[in-house]
């Protein structure tokens, strides 16, 4: 899904969601929630995770340094986000697939 480049990805996260399709191997049709989401910092808000946590769906989505700093106070009554490292690792193979495709000037986005 294509957006303005001043659009944050917090706004668009609801409809990419909306628009996925998890094909499955044979008959059959695909499946609309996928088993794990793997987002970058941009994703990393109460929302996007209540929204995840509500669908059933795990996630590897780090936090920023800022709801770190606003969730120290409060101490052990707001449990901090699960955030599962080697999972994230496979976020670069789709980092640089996106990065090839921008090589490509048939197909290169801004």
């Known amino acids: 899904m294509l957006s303005g480049g001043n659009v944050n990805d917090c706004s668009r996260f609801a409809h990419v969601m909306a628009a996925i399709r998890v094909g499955r191997p044979g008959p059959g ?24 946590r509500r669908r059933g769906i795990g996630h590897s989505i ?20 699960v955030f599962d490292r080697q999972l994230y690792k496979h ?17 290169a986005t801004r």
């Not at 800022?66 to 409060?74: I, K, L, V």
């Not at 980092?95 to 197909?107: A, D, M």
């Open 62 to 81: 780090p936090e920023r340094a800022d709801q770190q700093a606003n969730r120290r106070p409060r101490g052990s009554r707001e449990p901090r986000p």
């Open 29 to 52: 049709r695909p499946r609309v929630r996928p088993d794990h989401v793997i987002g970058d910092k941009g994703y990393s808000s109460k929302a996007i995770r209540a929204d995840l």
């Open 91 to 107: 976020r670069s193979s789709a980092e640089r697939c996106f990065n090839g495709l921008k090589q490509c000037r048939s197909v």
